[in-house]
């Protein structure tokens, strides 16, 4: 079973602080990994709506491999893709997308 790296990334808004969570865990696949996060990405939005939290920046990132102790970022070759959560709920965004967006910005500058 291949592992992937689950990094959680919490930030509410008015604060300046993020809390950063990073699990490795083995699954099936590539599908299975994105379902648990999808998961945790629920379970994140539920909690910060017991709180009456207004997400600011919050994600669920997940990257092939066993990677606890990287410093990770969408630009590594090992990122798959994120749960971005805003009060709108949980939305997947690939590695291409990302990717394709940063390459965009790059040349606009």
Do not use: C, K
């Not at 950063?20 to 629920?42: C, I, K, P, Q």
């Not at 997400?55 to 971005?84: C, K, Q, R, T």
Request: aromatic share 8%; glycine share 8%; no cysteine.
């Amino acid at each position: 079973m291949p592992a992937y790296t689950i990094v959680t990334t919490s930030a509410a808004q008015g604060s300046d602080a993020a809390e950063v969570n990073t699990l490795v865990d083995d699954f099936a696949n590539e599908s299975e990994a994105v379902g648990y996060a999808r998961r945790m990405a629920d379970e994140m939005l539920g909690l910060a709506g017991q709180l009456a939290l207004d997400f600011d920046y919050s994600n669920v990132a997940i990257h092939e491999g066993d990677l606890i102790d990287e410093e990770l970022e969408p630009a590594d070759p090992s990122f798959v893709g994120m749960w971005v959560l805003d009060e709108a709920g949980a939305a997947f965004v690939g590695a291409d997308e990302i990717r394709e967006d940063a390459a965009e910005e790059g040349d606009q500058q």
